[in-house]
């Protein structure tokens, strides 16, 4: 729960500009020469003529506020001939979690417009910023900001006299978070930086193993028997397959190196087969035999088994460039632990493309994953087009400036003032989405559409209004068919993005008329792709309090149903969703919410298993393990349902990867590190936690049944680019597809501390060194265009050497001792440093890329 406290923005201010380096005030003062710029009005600074910096000037805590706020500026340089105005401008711009609003010192007023929209004006008073001059603009956030993800983002300039243009301030930076009030954390318990020595210290926890030593392939296969001889593979294998493996006999021929001549008579086969697979009713279980005299089998129990087989053999194949292909003898007998292995991607905070999509899913089959969880609407964006309902596109699908209602949505996330942002504004039509659908099912993914509800809905909310407005304007008599919201609804809330008009309305007929159709148009594009849809995910999370508590209509539902709560109008709303899913055959996916009733014990808020919907089949996704929340996954099965697990502190991608500011992603839940999802026991996960749970309940022998599987999670609130998605999802995804093929490891199930801690050192060595020495390598040679998150090196400082590690042992790092930046041709890392000096390393991939550089001064 947020903790909102509210100063005085003139003592806020004055404080501020008091304790600010030099000390800087309120106002203007002299800079570089200013640059010209051609304005969209004539005479005026446009965004263009701006630069715009932020700084976190320092971490303040106080009584009030234990858990710390932030002192932060925004510093405007005015690079224009001409005079920022005393008035008749806005400045607009972003804020993930909120500021403090109200007056500020020079005579600025900052309000908040609608969500994380915030605005700064004029107020009487203001003196303007001359031509070449600076403003310092003071400002407070009620939270710590530790993430610069926190920051503003998005500036753009608009002029009362031109209300509908807005002018993005394209000069804009934040600044480093490297001094110690910046850096502060109080007694808020908020992790510290990392360190290059901390980073050393976590490395230290693998070995370096030879390739030898090291399972041939990933993820780790049930059974494994390796034979003496090796079958060597001079031309193509001829590849012998039913019509009906078409598609994975393509994918078989693909594996091979282009050049490697066609096959004759005389050549290995490659024989694929549906079969049964000994010892598992698993449809993904497969045999992958190789023998040097017969060739190579794969028998699937499915085509799915089939597909998995070759995605073993390619592990066995050499990397990309070898001189000849050697296969091992083997035999391999697999199936998967879990049947559900999924990846979630939300386009509704930031859009991405159809080709990003396809990207995704060719990682997710190469690994094994098997259900694509499509997050393809928000308060922030729409994302599917809808047959007879072209305001979720026109409107709920576009992001921009605009001073009128029911044209776009707001800007979110940075996206700025241009409805054609790419990041802001973008949706698949009906053909993109069945072209999905295809391109997963021909790997044998499962597209699990999400459509979000009743909260986390503003866009359709906001899209479906304004066709209200528009038809009852052309006097239309249906007008309000498809209206989510009660225009007399007095509810008071905020959700946790802030939005205070996002909510759909159970108790209006209307609502329901719109989930039945959008249902049925998304039922209908997989019938019409030929790929059968099972579930459909409803949503159902962060609905906020009090919303609904003052909606006539809401009120007049709970009446003629005799509800008495909110809580009971929530069972209603989903009874009626569940009712529109199984009369297509479907069964309910949502959020745990959806499974969950609030209550209290002893006056203390507790979540316990909604007893309305146990016996309904539907399938709860498990998001929140946080503090309080910890074994609520396990309650649920215990209960009867049906469970994925998806927990925020080891599961959601979004995740940065540690406490430094300047480490992309976000941390209200916690950091993730490749070893926090490595670390994760599905059907025991309480037994590793730091500092131990106690009076937490486990998984009875009926709940362990109920777990479906794993899902890793990427929201995109800060995911603008298919690169930051390689970053924060690999390669922590592989970590995932470990656990959610293969059986625990036998460190999992060690009563013995000790002998636990042994068997978890040598099984992670084995991990990071597969990644490192196998799994990374080929994809940087087939160039798939993943730019994995390359770890920053850990460093030491030892008896006058540096010493130098990496979570992937064995990887090429390179280094400098004068302070530059290291690159390719740099000093390999063969040892330890003895240079002297500021030593600086990297670590790079087999193309060159770089990843993050560590830094140490070598005295």
């Known amino acids: 729960m947020r903790k909102q406290i509210r100063y005085s923005g003139f003592v806020l201010a004055s404080w501020l500009m008091a304790s600010m380096a030099g000390g800087a005030v309120a106002g203007v003062a002299p800079e570089a020469k200013a640059v010209v710029g051609q304005g969209a009005l004539a005479g005026v600074v446009n965004g263009a003529q701006i630069r715009l910096r932020w700084e976190l000037v320092r971490n303040v805590f106080t009584p009030e506020a234990p858990g710390g706020g932030t002192h932060a500026r925004l510093i405007l340089t005015n690079l224009s001939s001409q005079p920022l105005p005393p008035k008749g401008w806005t400045l607009y711009f972003n804020v993930m979690d909120g500021v403090t609003t109200g007056p500020l010192e020079g005579n600025l007023l900052l309000e908040q417009v609608a969500g994380n929209l915030f605005r700064i004006r004029p107020a009487p008073g203001f003196a303007g910023v001359p031509a070449g001059q600076t403003l310092n603009i003071a400002y407070y956030h009620p939270d710590l900001v530790i993430k610069l993800a926190k920051a503003p983002i998005g500036p753009y300039l608009v002029y009362d006299a031109a209300p509908d243009v807005g002018q993005a301030i394209a000069d804009y930076e934040l600044l480093p978070v490297t001094r110690p009030e910046q850096l502060d954390k109080g007694s808020s318990g908020a992790k510290p930086v990392v360190t290059v020595q901390d980073t050393y210290r976590r490395n230290a926890n693998a070995d370096w193993m030879p390739a030898a030593a090291l399972p041939p392939v990933f993820p780790t296969p049930q059974h494994l028997q390796t034979g003496g001889g090796r079958l060597r593979l001079a031309a193509l294998p001829v590849i012998v397959a039913p019509a009906a493996l078409k598609t994975e006999a393509a994918f078989a021929r693909s594996l091979f190196p282009a050049n490697l001549p066609a096959g004759g008579a005389g050549s290995p086969a490659l024989r694929l087969s549906v079969g049964a697979v000994p010892g598992s009713t698993s449809p993904e279980a497969y045999t992958l035999t190789i023998k040097a005299g017969s060739g190579i089998d794969i028998v699937g129990n499915s085509a799915a088994g089939v597909a998995y087989g070759l995605q073993s053999l390619r592990d066995l194949l050499p990397l990309p460039g070898a001189a000849s292909i050697d296969l091992p003898e083997l035999t391999i007998t697999d199936a998967p632990r879990f049947e559900y292995r999924g990846f979630q991607l939300d386009v509704g905070r930031n859009f991405h493309t159809k080709q990003t999509v396809f990207k995704l899913l060719d990682l997710m089959a190469r690994y094994k994953l098997n259900k694509f969880h499509f997050h393809l609407t928000e308060d922030e964006g729409w994302r599917l087009e809808i047959a007879g309902l072209p305001e979720l596109t026109s409107i709920g699908a576009v992001r921009g400036h605009s001073a009128k209602p029911d044209v776009r949505l707001q800007p979110a996330y940075g996206s700025g003032p241009d409805p054609a942002d790419a990041s802001g504004s973008g949706y698949y039509n009906r053909a993109d989405y069945i072209e999905i659908l295809r391109y997963a099912a021909a790997r044998h993914i499962e597209v699990i559409p999400e459509i979000e509800m009743p909260g986390h809905a503003r866009a359709a909310v906001k899209a479906m209004e304004a066709r209200y407005h528009r038809l009852k304007a052309a006097g239309k008599p249906d007008a309000d068919k498809y209206l989510l919201n009660d225009l007399a609804d007095k509810s008071v809330y905020k959700s946790a993005q802030l939005y205070t008009d996002h909510v759909i309305n159970p108790g209006l007929e209307s609502s329901f008329t719109f989930i039945d159709h959008v249902l049925g148009q998304v039922a209908d594009m997989h019938k019409e792709a030929g790929v059968p849809l099972h579930t459909i995910h409803v949503g159902g999370d962060e609905l906020p309090g009090g919303a609904w508590e003052q909606s006539p209509a809401s009120r007049a539902v709970m009446r003629k149903k005799k509800l008495e709560t909110t809580a009971e109008l929530w069972d209603y709303f989903y009874d009626r969703v569940d009712a529109i899913l199984r009369k297509r055959g479907l069964y309910a996916s949502g959020w745990e919410e959806l499974a969950a009733r609030g209550t209290k014990l002893d006056g203390v808020h507790k979540l316990i298993p909604n007893p309305h919907f146990t016996q309904r089949g539907f399938s709860a996704y498990v998001w929140n393990n946080t503090e309080g929340a910890e074994d609520f996954a396990y309650r649920l099965a215990n209960a009867g349902y049906d469970?994925?697990?998806?927990?925020?502190?080891?599961?959601?991608?979004?995740?940065?990867?540690?406490?430094n500011p300047d480490e992309p992603g976000v941390n209200w839940g916690d950091y993730v590190e490749l070893d926090t999802v490595y670390d994760f026991i599905p059907l025991d996960y309480l037994k590793n936690a730091n500092p131990p749970l106690v009076g937490k309940d486990r998984l009875t022998d009926y709940g362990k049944r109920r777990i479906r599987g794993l899902e890793a999670t990427l929201f995109t609130e800060t995911v603008r680019t298919p690169e930051r998605i390689d970053y924060l999802v690999m390669p922590r995804l592989l970590a995932m597809a470990e656990r959610s093929w293969a059986a625990d490891p036998a460190w999992a199930t060690e009563t013995d501390a000790a002998k636990a801690a042994t068997l978890h050192r040598t099984a992670w060595s084995g991990f990071v060194n597969t990644l490192s020495q196998r799994v990374l390598p080929r994809l940087d040679l087939e160039h798939t265009g993943v730019d994995y998150r390359i770890a920053p090196p850990g460093l030491m400082l030892d008896g006058g050497k540096v010493l130098v590690n990496h979570v992937l042992p064995g990887i090429a790092m390179r280094y400098t001792s004068d302070?530059?930046?290291?690159?390719?041709?740099?000093?390999?890392?063969?040892?330890?440093?003895?240079?002297?000096?500021?030593?600086?390393?990297?670590?790079?991939?087999?193309?060159?890329?770089?990843?993050?550089?560590?830094?140490?001064?070598?005295?």
């Open 643 to 659: 469970i994925v697990l998806a927990p925020v502190t080891k599961m959601y991608m979004d995740m940065a990867y540690n406490a």
């Open 819 to 859: 302070g530059s930046e290291p690159n390719t041709n740099s000093k390999p890392v063969s040892g330890p440093i003895s240079d002297k000096g500021s030593i600086k390393v990297a670590a790079f991939d087999r193309n060159g890329r770089m990843g993050k550089v560590s830094r140490i001064d070598n005295p």
